[in-house]
Protein backbone atom coordinates (compact mmCIF):
# COMPACT_ATOMS: atom_id res chain seq x y z
CA UNK A 1 0.00 0.00 0.00
CA UNK A 2 1.31 3.36 -1.72
CA UNK A 3 -0.40 5.41 1.06
CA UNK A 4 -2.18 7.24 -1.84
CA UNK A 5 -5.53 6.50 -2.36
CA UNK A 6 -8.03 7.24 -5.34
CA UNK A 7 -11.28 6.86 -5.79
CA UNK A 8 -13.75 5.41 -7.16
CA UNK A 9 -11.77 2.32 -8.35
CA UNK A 10 -14.05 1.58 -11.25
CA UNK A 11 -16.90 4.03 -13.28
CA UNK A 12 -18.33 3.34 -15.96
CA UNK A 13 -20.38 6.22 -17.93
CA UNK A 14 -21.46 7.19 -21.30
CA UNK A 15 -20.21 9.62 -23.94
CA UNK A 16 -20.88 13.38 -23.43
CA UNK A 17 -21.47 12.63 -19.59
CA UNK A 18 -19.08 14.44 -16.64
CA UNK A 19 -16.83 12.74 -13.87
CA UNK A 20 -14.85 13.51 -11.23
CA UNK A 21 -11.90 11.85 -10.12
CA UNK A 22 -10.46 11.73 -6.85
CA UNK A 23 -6.83 11.20 -5.20
CA UNK A 24 -5.71 11.48 -1.91
CA UNK A 25 -1.65 11.95 -1.45
CA UNK A 26 0.15 10.17 0.98
CA UNK A 27 0.12 12.12 4.52
CA UNK A 28 3.03 15.21 3.95
CA UNK A 29 3.50 14.77 0.10
CA UNK A 30 2.71 18.25 -1.44
CA UNK A 31 2.74 16.82 -4.79
CA UNK A 32 0.04 15.53 -6.76
CA UNK A 33 0.52 14.11 -10.27
CA UNK A 34 -2.29 12.76 -12.57
CA UNK A 35 -1.47 10.18 -15.60
CA UNK A 36 -3.87 8.10 -18.21
CA UNK A 37 -2.96 4.32 -19.04
CA UNK A 38 -4.15 3.61 -22.27
CA UNK A 39 -3.17 0.53 -24.23
CA UNK A 40 -2.05 2.67 -27.35
CA UNK A 41 -0.43 5.71 -25.66
CA UNK A 42 0.99 3.87 -22.77
CA UNK A 43 1.32 6.08 -19.55
CA UNK A 44 0.90 9.66 -20.46
CA UNK A 45 1.43 12.60 -17.56
CA UNK A 46 -1.72 14.58 -17.58
CA UNK A 47 -0.82 17.48 -14.95
CA UNK A 48 1.17 18.06 -11.34
CA UNK A 49 -0.26 20.22 -8.73
CA UNK A 50 1.94 21.19 -6.02
CA UNK A 51 0.69 22.67 -3.16
CA UNK A 52 -2.69 23.56 -4.98
CA UNK A 53 -0.80 25.63 -7.58
CA UNK A 54 -0.31 23.86 -11.43
CA UNK A 55 3.04 23.04 -11.42
CA UNK A 56 3.65 21.24 -15.09
CA UNK A 57 0.98 20.33 -17.68
CA UNK A 58 1.52 17.47 -20.27
CA UNK A 59 -0.96 15.92 -22.56
CA UNK A 60 -3.88 16.97 -21.12
CA UNK A 61 -6.83 17.66 -23.08
CA UNK A 62 -8.73 21.02 -23.19
CA UNK A 63 -11.82 18.47 -22.06
CA UNK A 64 -9.82 17.63 -18.54
CA UNK A 65 -9.56 20.02 -15.73
CA UNK A 66 -7.50 19.29 -12.18
CA UNK A 67 -7.65 21.15 -8.72
CA UNK A 68 -5.97 20.56 -5.60
CA UNK A 69 -7.78 21.53 -2.76
CA UNK A 70 -6.08 23.29 0.39
CA UNK A 71 -6.17 19.98 2.49
CA UNK A 72 -4.13 18.73 -0.45
CA UNK A 73 -6.65 16.17 -2.33
CA UNK A 74 -6.82 16.63 -5.67
CA UNK A 75 -9.65 16.04 -8.19
CA UNK A 76 -9.87 15.23 -12.17
CA UNK A 77 -12.64 16.55 -14.05
CA UNK A 78 -13.20 15.12 -16.92
CA UNK A 79 -16.28 16.38 -19.26
CA UNK A 80 -17.76 15.36 -22.71
CA UNK A 81 -16.57 12.05 -22.33
CA UNK A 82 -15.44 9.85 -26.05
CA UNK A 83 -15.30 5.86 -26.28
CA UNK A 84 -11.07 7.00 -26.62
CA UNK A 85 -11.18 8.29 -23.13
CA UNK A 86 -11.55 5.19 -21.66
CA UNK A 87 -8.29 4.29 -19.70
CA UNK A 88 -6.92 3.48 -16.30
CA UNK A 89 -6.40 7.09 -14.61
CA UNK A 90 -3.34 7.34 -11.98
CA UNK A 91 -2.71 9.97 -9.44
CA UNK A 92 0.78 9.97 -7.96
CA UNK A 93 2.13 11.85 -4.82
CA UNK A 94 5.48 13.20 -3.86
CA UNK A 95 6.95 14.99 -0.60
CA UNK A 96 7.99 17.77 -2.80
CA UNK A 97 7.75 17.28 -7.22
CA UNK A 98 10.30 20.44 -7.66
CA UNK A 99 13.11 19.09 -9.61
CA UNK A 100 15.95 21.66 -8.46
CA UNK A 101 18.05 18.35 -7.83
CA UNK A 102 17.64 14.86 -7.74
CA UNK A 103 16.37 14.39 -4.13
CA UNK A 104 14.70 11.17 -2.95
CA UNK A 105 12.11 13.73 -2.10
CA UNK A 106 11.11 13.88 -5.73
CA UNK A 107 10.24 10.09 -5.85
CA UNK A 108 6.50 9.36 -6.79
CA UNK A 109 4.70 6.79 -5.16
CA UNK A 110 1.02 5.89 -7.05
CA UNK A 111 -2.44 5.08 -6.21
CA UNK A 112 -4.25 2.09 -7.21
CA UNK A 113 -6.18 4.12 -10.14
CA UNK A 114 -9.60 4.22 -11.18
CA UNK A 115 -10.72 2.29 -14.48
CA UNK A 116 -13.22 4.32 -16.43
CA UNK A 117 -15.01 2.74 -19.36
CA UNK A 118 -16.88 4.80 -21.81
CA UNK A 119 -19.74 3.25 -23.14
CA UNK B 1 10.06 15.70 -25.92
CA UNK B 2 12.59 13.36 -24.57
CA UNK B 3 12.08 9.94 -25.44
CA UNK B 4 12.53 6.82 -23.52
CA UNK B 5 12.65 3.62 -24.65
CA UNK B 6 12.83 0.41 -23.07
CA UNK B 7 14.12 -3.24 -24.39
CA UNK B 8 13.36 -6.04 -24.75
CA UNK B 9 9.58 -5.24 -24.87
CA UNK B 10 8.63 -8.58 -24.14
CA UNK B 11 10.34 -11.41 -22.17
CA UNK B 12 9.76 -14.72 -21.07
CA UNK B 13 11.90 -16.80 -18.33
CA UNK B 14 11.87 -19.81 -16.50
CA UNK B 15 11.71 -20.04 -12.76
CA UNK B 16 14.77 -19.37 -11.34
CA UNK B 17 16.62 -17.26 -14.38
CA UNK B 18 18.39 -14.01 -14.48
CA UNK B 19 17.49 -11.13 -17.07
CA UNK B 20 18.82 -7.19 -17.45
CA UNK B 21 16.33 -4.56 -18.83
CA UNK B 22 17.62 -1.93 -20.08
CA UNK B 23 16.06 2.00 -20.75
CA UNK B 24 17.73 4.38 -22.51
CA UNK B 25 16.85 8.03 -22.80
CA UNK B 26 17.45 10.25 -25.09
CA UNK B 27 18.31 14.00 -23.21
CA UNK B 28 19.81 14.69 -19.63
CA UNK B 29 17.33 13.79 -16.84
CA UNK B 30 16.66 14.95 -13.20
CA UNK B 31 14.91 11.91 -11.66
CA UNK B 32 14.56 8.08 -12.93
CA UNK B 33 12.22 5.77 -11.37
CA UNK B 34 11.54 2.10 -12.02
CA UNK B 35 8.13 0.49 -11.60
CA UNK B 36 6.72 -3.06 -11.34
CA UNK B 37 2.67 -3.34 -12.64
CA UNK B 38 1.80 -6.21 -11.34
CA UNK B 39 -1.36 -8.28 -12.77
CA UNK B 40 -3.71 -6.63 -10.86
CA UNK B 41 -2.47 -3.02 -12.52
CA UNK B 42 -0.90 -1.78 -9.37
CA UNK B 43 2.29 0.73 -10.08
CA UNK B 44 5.18 -0.26 -7.39
CA UNK B 45 8.03 1.52 -6.59
CA UNK B 46 11.28 -0.36 -7.15
CA UNK B 47 13.73 2.04 -7.18
CA UNK B 48 14.71 6.09 -7.11
CA UNK B 49 17.87 6.04 -8.95
CA UNK B 50 19.00 9.06 -10.72
CA UNK B 51 22.64 8.16 -10.92
CA UNK B 52 24.49 5.05 -9.51
CA UNK B 53 23.70 1.73 -8.33
CA UNK B 54 20.95 0.14 -5.95
CA UNK B 55 19.99 -3.03 -4.54
CA UNK B 56 16.98 -4.14 -2.56
CA UNK B 57 17.17 -8.03 -2.30
CA UNK B 58 16.80 -10.25 -6.00
CA UNK B 59 16.73 -6.52 -7.76
CA UNK B 60 19.33 -4.27 -8.71
CA UNK B 61 19.81 -1.10 -10.66
CA UNK B 62 22.46 1.23 -12.26
CA UNK B 63 21.54 4.61 -13.44
CA UNK B 64 25.05 6.25 -16.09
CA UNK B 65 23.23 9.48 -16.20
CA UNK B 66 25.74 10.80 -19.04
CA UNK B 67 25.28 7.88 -21.22
CA UNK B 68 21.68 8.27 -20.65
CA UNK B 69 20.53 4.60 -19.64
CA UNK B 70 19.40 2.45 -16.71
CA UNK B 71 20.01 -1.07 -16.39
CA UNK B 72 16.75 -3.18 -14.06
CA UNK B 73 18.50 -6.47 -13.15
CA UNK B 74 16.45 -9.35 -11.75
CA UNK B 75 18.16 -12.28 -10.39
CA UNK B 76 16.24 -16.07 -9.62
CA UNK B 77 13.38 -14.60 -10.98
CA UNK B 78 10.11 -15.92 -9.46
CA UNK B 79 6.68 -16.01 -10.90
CA UNK B 80 5.41 -13.02 -8.75
CA UNK B 81 8.13 -11.11 -10.58
CA UNK B 82 5.65 -11.52 -13.56
CA UNK B 83 3.37 -7.67 -15.19
CA UNK B 84 5.29 -4.75 -16.90
CA UNK B 85 8.55 -2.94 -15.63
CA UNK B 86 8.30 0.86 -16.15
CA UNK B 87 11.40 3.13 -16.74
CA UNK B 88 9.88 6.95 -15.75
CA UNK B 89 12.14 10.31 -16.32
CA UNK B 90 11.92 13.57 -15.28
CA UNK B 91 13.34 16.44 -17.26
CA UNK B 92 12.85 20.16 -17.25
CA UNK B 93 11.58 21.48 -20.54
CA UNK B 94 8.91 24.30 -21.49
CA UNK B 95 9.57 25.80 -18.03
CA UNK B 96 8.86 23.00 -15.80
CA UNK B 97 9.73 19.40 -14.93
CA UNK B 98 7.95 16.45 -16.90
CA UNK B 99 7.61 13.16 -16.29
CA UNK B 100 7.82 10.44 -19.10
CA UNK B 101 7.16 7.08 -19.12
CA UNK B 102 8.85 4.38 -21.31
CA UNK B 103 6.30 1.62 -22.78
CA UNK B 104 7.21 -0.84 -20.65
CA UNK B 105 8.96 -4.17 -20.79
CA UNK B 106 6.57 -6.81 -20.57
CA UNK B 107 7.40 -9.70 -18.23
CA UNK B 108 6.68 -13.32 -17.98
CA UNK B 109 8.29 -15.87 -15.38
CA UNK B 110 7.15 -19.26 -15.90
CA UNK B 111 7.03 -22.01 -13.10
Known amino acids: DSGVTQTPKHLITATGQRVTLRCSPRSGDLSVYWYQQSLDQGLQFLIQ???????AKGNILERFSAQQFPDLHSELNLSSLELGDSALYFC??????????????????FGPGTRLTVL | GIQVEQSPPDLILQEGANSTLRCNFSDSVNNLQWFHQNPWGQLINLFY???GTKQNGRLSATTVATERYSLLYISSSQTTDSGVYFCAVVNFRGGSYIPTFGRGTSLIVHP
Open chain 2, 49 to 51: IPS
Open chain 1, 49 to 55: YYNGEER
Open chain 1, 92 to 109: ASSVVGVSSGPSSYNEQF
